[in-house]
């Protein structure tokens, strides 16, 4: 039940692009496909930008994408926006357990 | 629209216990997994528990096994976290949120503080 690794920071100016790791075990990323991810802003609470590794509900730019190979996990956002300026958590399904990552602060230059 | 209301935050000493409850409306409460996650302030997110639809099936982070006890009522459409022998590292403002495997619908979370 580690908590997920994901880099601390990441930054991108207005337009480029931006990739988020989060590494986990075989117990948990690496065993399904229940990966999700979230975005949340200071004071906010979280919002859900994708689920089952790549699917985004509806409302979500497709500016927002994910993947994933072996036990980890990567969440891509596209073309920058000012508003994309928050926290990103990553989290997994593990059977009898879930756990997030630690959490990446995302900063538009 | 989905709706999650939690309650029964507050100020508890260490040691002391805490019932947090989640009232939910607006969709079919007895067919969902529920699931509490906390977050301690300015720290990440954290999962604590989850329960099945008929409450037969529980699980919880390894940190309050032993201490917190999930349940749910589905003629009430209601969720809650008996929380025991709290400690300072268990204060945090708490999720209620829909779902087994991602969530999507999150309530709006009540501050749980320790301290004496």
């Known amino acids: 039940q580690s908590a997920l690794t994901q880099p601390p920071s990441a930054s991108g100016s207005p337009g480029q692009s931006v990739t988020i790791s989060c590494t986990g075990t075989?117990?948990?990323?690496?065993?399904?496909?229940?990966v999700s991810w979230y975005q949340q802003h200071p004071g906010k609470v979280p919002k859900l930008m994708i689920y089952e590794v790549h699917e985004r509900p509806s409302g979500v730019p497709d500016r927002f994408s994910g993947s994933k190979s072996g036990n980890t996990a990567s969440l891509t956002v596209s073309g920058l926006q000012a508003e994309d300026e928050a926290d990103y958590y990553c989290a997994s399904y593990g059977g009898t357990y879930n756990v997030f990552g630690t959490g990446t602060k995302v900063t538009v230059l | 629209e989905v709706q999650l209301v939690e309650s029964g935050g507050g100020l508890v000493q260490p040691g002391g216990s805490l019932r947090l409850s989640c009232s939910v409306s607006e969709f079919t409460f007895s067919t969902y997994w529920m699931t509490w996650v906390r977050q301690a302030p300015g720290k990440g997110l954290e999962w604590v528990a989850k329960?099945?639809?008929?409450?037969?099936?529980?699980y919880y982070v390894d940190s309050v096994k032993g201490r917190f006890t999930i349940s749910r009522d589905n003629a009430g459409n209601s969720m809650s976290l008996q929380m025991n022998s709290l400690r300072a590292e268990d204060a945090a403002v708490y999720y209620c949120?829909?779902?087994?495997?991602?969530?999507?619908?999150w309530g709006q979370g009540t501050l749980v503080t320790v301290s004496s």
């Open positions: 329960i099945n639809e008929d409450g037969s099936e529980k």
């Open positions: 075989s117990s948990d990323i690496g065993s399904y496909k229940y």
């Open positions: 949120v829909r779902g087994r495997r991602n969530y999507r619908h």
